[in-house]
């Protein structure tokens, strides 16, 4: 749970979440914050979903790539959409071709696909 007081107050829209990173959205820009209300990885993004396994997918100029709780890109972004899928992994779709990325122990590996 973030505190009502700061985060509130700072932040246009905040997400809970069950993670130690909320998303957190000033304008039209999204980013986390940790449940002090503290900036974390900075709102600089289109869109974010939350962290599955210390990856979160997220969108910056039209397109969705992965970041690490740091704020590092491990999953370039490449993606037209992802969303969640399971407890652990994400579909990701670019142009007509659909995957499963896997985000357990990920560091920068293989996606799966459907086809």
Known sequence: MVPETKARVQYDHVVEADNDLVRARKGEFWGFIDKK????????YQMVWDFKAGLAPVKKNGFWGFINTEGQVVIDFQYDFVYPSGQESFYAQKGEEEKVIQVRGLVNSEVFSFS
């Open 37 to 44: 209300g503290n900036l974390i990885i900075p709102i600089i």
